[in-house]
């Protein structure tokens, strides 16, 4: 089955950390990983991106505070791991992991994250 499913997500204070998870099912194998995220009332936006390569790409808003890792396991099933640190409340947003196969745009659930005191 077609999927991504994100996990990680949770309450965090201001300055804290956070990793989430994607896990994407074997398709993807071959495809490039994408971190979005959407704060209430605001347009979804790209965070960062993970190529088969491991070329990674970060949106301004978090570079320099995030990694982004990838690993296949044994049965091709694609984890990928978003490291966020120094979290403001800016960062509040449901995170999502996104990947295009066959063609289609593929979407997880998402994730929420929320940072405050």
């Known amino acids: 089955q077609v999927q991504l499913v994100e996990s990680g997500g949770g309450w965090v204070q201001p300055g804290g950390s956070l990793r989430l998870s994607c896990t994407a099912s074997a398709e993807f194998k071959m495809s490039t990983i994408n971190w979005w995220r959407q704060a209430p009332g605001k347009p979804r936006e790209l965070v960062a991106s993970?190529?088969?390569?491991?070329?990674?790409?970060?949106?301004p808003a978090v570079e320099g505070r995030s990694t982004i890792s990838r690993i296949a396991t044994k049965n091709s099933v694609v984890l990928v791991d978003l490291q966020m640190n120094d979290l403001t409340p800016q960062d509040t947003a449901v995170y999502y992991c996104?990947?295009?196969?066959?063609?289609?745009?593929?979407w997880g659930p998402g994730t929420q994250v929320t940072v405050s005191s």
């Open positions: 993970i190529q088969t390569t491991n070329k990674t790409t970060f949106a």
């Open positions: 996104m990947a295009v196969v066959y063609g289609n745009d593929y």
